[in-house]
Structures are given as C-alpha cells and as structure tokens.
C-alpha cells in the first residue's frame, strides 16, 4: 500500500467483506459471497465498531477483538416486550406462528426503515388491550450481540 492508498475516514462509502461472531458463532458474514456497501456514521454498524475501521487502507484484511459490551453495548432488560398477538395479525399474516428463536421484522413508527427482534417466549394466555384473552409474544429487541465479546475481521475492498 502506497501513500496514496484510500484510507478510511468518517463518514467514508465502503465496499468491504465483513465477519461478526460471538462465543455461538457468526452473525453476519459476507465472506464467501457478496460484499457489503455502506457509509460510515449512517448506523449500519455501531459507532465502536465503525471506530476501528478510522484509518483502514483500501486492499487490508484485518480481525479485531472486541470485549464484551464494547460492540453493541451491554444487554438491556427493558429492550424484552411482550406484543399483542392482535397488534401483530393486524401488522403481519394473521396466520403467522411465533416460535422462540424467531426474528421478526417490525416497521419503525414513520414506515421509513425497520428493525428487529427475536421471539423469546409465547404466552397464549396473556390478555389483549381489551382484557379478553388473546395471547402476547415477548421479544428481545438487543442486538443478537449486546453484551457479548465479538470477532470482527474485514477486509476493505473499496473506499471511496
């Protein structure tokens, strides 16, 4: 790599490979297949794992270790809600069943972008909104991660 080697800045546009595991294994990994674009700072990666990518070289292929937490924080208690199984026939496929592992995806409240979260216990018991029994899901909405040590190896195709 020369001088004049595209390094990673803030709010760079990349083209890269990318890999993230936990002590389970991996999340996401592109290797092997498509690689990934994005920008820096547009929150498609966590702040501390878009830091360690500040400086990166076109070309370089590196894996970092990260501790516990430092990724995507530390798990959250308050981030586990239990839905109305009546709110997500209303949002999805009335047939839909939820089964512990799941992941969902839900609209964000302006129907621009989404997130999602993974299905944690069903309780066809709970009641609905209107105190009828109707059932509830619980979901976890931490990322897959938080809380976790995690592998990070990239390797960074294009910078532009």
């Given amino acids: 790599m020369t001088s004049d080697t595209p390094r990673i800045q803030a709010h760079s546009f990349l083209t890269l490979h990318y890999r993230l595991a936990g002590p389970a294994g991996d999340v996401i990994n592109t290797f092997g297949g498509k690689p990934a674009t994005l920008s820096l ?3 498609e990666l966590s702040p501390d794992v878009e ?3 500040i400086g990166m070289a076109e070309g370089e292929h ?3 270790e990260l501790p ?8 959250n208690p308050d981030m586990q809600q239990w839905v ?3 709110l997500l026939r209303d949002m999805g496929d009335p047939q839909e069943r939820y089964v512990p592992g799941d992941v969902v995806q839900f609209p964000t409240p302006d129907g621009q972008s989404s997130f999602a979260g993974s299905v944690v216990a069903v309780n ?4 609905g909104p209107d105190g009828k029994p109707g059932g509830a899901v619980l979901f976890d909405f931490n990322h897959p991660l938080a809380g976790q040590p995690v592998s990070f190896e990239v390797q960074v195709i294009a910078v532009l």
């Fill in 41 to 43: 700072g547009s929150g």
């Fill in 68 to 75: 516990a937490g430092a990724a995507f924080g530390q798990r």
């Fill in 124 to 127: 066809a018991d709970t009641p």
């Fill in 62 to 64: 590196r894996t970092f």
């Fill in 84 to 86: 109305a199984a009546s």
């Fill in 51 to 53: 830091s360690v990518l």
